[in-house]
């Protein structure tokens, strides 16, 4: 079975600090797949990365960054220099094995970002 | 950017009722699946479709629950009879394929069941 740990339920910062969102996952196949998402309070989720078990590469995306590491089985999310724009919960998800379609979330980091 | 439309967005319905939701996915996207999100927790799949056929309905309620997608193309998620404890978003989502593929996701449909 696949499991997906977001152990912070919620995290608050004041703007400009940076921040890192842990992500923990189980699973038993050698390929898969992990997300990251965001929901605002609209209700949306939103694809902010998708990274493959193979490519262990840490990613960089502006303020954004991602650091995978399968030895820990973690794949982490940093928010540098955050802003009040960034408030929202974040979720971690995991898809592989027969349904690789299906994405199992974590239940999720309420960030607050504070002025 | 094409989007995942779903409707309606917000819906209170009485204990017993039906309920229905519909959900248009991005053109071109054969996987569509519907995910319910109940307060405080991360989404979880109820039905997955492959074009019009189902893959994946282990966590839908069936006694109560229904979902079909005919012309393999939008879909329809009913309730009923709607209890309490349905209380939630349902949110609808696609991909191009199934496989490792990035699910887009629409907006949620957010039901009270009173």
């Known amino acids: 079975a696949q499991k997906v740990t977001q152990a912070q339920t919620e995290i608050s910062v004041v703007e400009k600090e940076d921040v890192t969102l842990d992500c923990v996952y189980e699973?038993?196949?050698?390929?898969?797949?992990l997300f990251w998402y965001k929901q605002p309070p609209s209700g949306e989720l939103v694809f902010l990365i998708r990274?493959?078990?193979?490519?262990?590469q840490n990613e960089i995306s502006g303020r954004y960054s991602w650091n995978f590491q399968k030895s820990t089985s973690s794949f982490n999310f940093t928010i540098t220099a955050s802003q009040v724009v960034d408030s929202a919960v974040y979720f971690c998800?995991?898809?592989?094995?027969?349904?690789?379609?299906?994405?199992?979330f974590g239940d999720g980091t309420t960030l607050t970002v504070k002025p | 950017e094409a989007e995942v439309a779903q409707s309606p967005r917000y819906k209170i319905t009485e204990k017993s009722q039906a309920v229905a939701f519909w959900c248009d996915p991005i053109?071109?996207?054969?996987?569509l699946y519907w995910y319910r999100q109940i307060l405080g927790q991360g989404p979880e799949l109820l039905v997955q479709?492959?074009?019009?056929?189902?893959?994946?309905d282990s966590q839908l309620p069936k006694d109560r629950f229904s979902a079909e997608r005919l012309k393999g193309v939008d879909s329809t998620l009913k309730i009923q009879p709607a209890e309490l404890g349905d209380s939630a978003m349902y949110l609808c989502?696609?991909?191009?394929?199934?496989?490792?593929?990035?699910?887009?996701f629409g907006e949620g449909s957010w039901l009270t069941v009173v």
């Open positions: 479709f492959q074009d019009e056929s189902v893959v994946d």
């Open positions: 699973t038993r196949d050698t390929t898969y797949y």
């Open positions: 998800a995991l898809s592989g094995g027969t349904n690789a379609g299906k994405s199992t």
């Open positions: 990274r493959n078990s193979f490519d262990e």
């Open positions: 053109s071109g996207h054969a996987t």
């Open positions: 989502a696609s991909s191009r394929w199934a496989t490792g593929n990035t699910i887009y």
